[in-house]
T-cell receptor
């Protein structure tokens, strides 16, 4: 089976950098994804790591280390609009469906 | 490009009543997913379709939940009857296909309240 752990809440100030960690236990997966969800909104895709290392997309970066069963999402130059929930998710390898299994989410609060 | 459409956006029912949700995925997307998201938790996959066939329904409570995607486009999810613990947001998502599952596109969801 798969299980993922994230911190439940993170608070940071505008303009700062914040890192949201995700540790996982898995019997096999294709890669690690990150999704953002504003309160009352739909989850939206942020990034995907199929290989170990860092992926950068604008102010957001994501990292994966399979040997450490660990990944993180890095948000730079925080803006008020970044206040949202962030979910890590693994693409399950079993059954060849590639289904996503989500963590419980991290609520990020950005303060002025 | 139009996004994933869902209706209704909100639904309030009494326990033991039945309810149905509708989803229209992004045009051309072969894979469609239904998720249940309970408040404070991540989305949990209920069922995954590839065109009009089911590829994963291992977490669908089949005694009361059913879903179909008859023509490989729109889909409906039904709960017959609903229990209190099924109060949640039901999210529909789609992706191009099994070989391109990196990004899933989510609809706005249906918020179900069972009283």
């Amino acid at each position: 089976g798969q299980s993922l752990e994230q911190p439940s809440e993170v608070t940071a100030v505008e303009g700062a950098i914040v890192q949201i960690n995700c540790t996982y236990q898995t019997s096999g997966f294709y890669g690690l994804s990150w999704y953002q969800q504003h309160d009352g909104g739909a989850p939206t895709f942020l990034s995907y790591n199929g290989l170990d290392g860092l992926e950068e997309t604008g102010r957001f970066s994501s990292f994966l280390s399979r040997s450490d069963s660990y990944g993180y999402l890095l948000l730079q130059e925080l803006q008020m609009k970044d206040s949202a929930s962030y979910f890590c998710a693994v693409r399950d390898r079993s059954g060849n469906t590639g289904k996503l299994i989500f963590g419980q989410g991290t609520t990020l609060q950005v303060k002025p | 490009e139009a996004g994933v459409a869902q209706s209704p956006r909100y639904k309030i029912i009494e326990k033991r009543q039945s309810v149905a949700f509708w989803c229209n995925p992004i045009s051309g997307h072969a894979t469609l997913y239904w998720y249940q998201q309970i408040l404070g938790q991540g989305p949990k996959l209920l069922i995954q379709f590839q065109n009009n066939g089911v590829v994963d329904d291992s977490q669908l409570p089949k005694d009361r939940f059913s879903a179909e995607r008859l023509k490989g486009v729109d889909s409906t999810l039904k709960i017959q009857p609903a229990n209190l613990e099924e109060s949640a947001v039901y999210l529909c998502a789609s992706s191009l296909g099994l070989v391109s599952l990196i990004e899933q596109y989510f609809g706005p969801g249906t918020r179900l309240t069972v009283t």
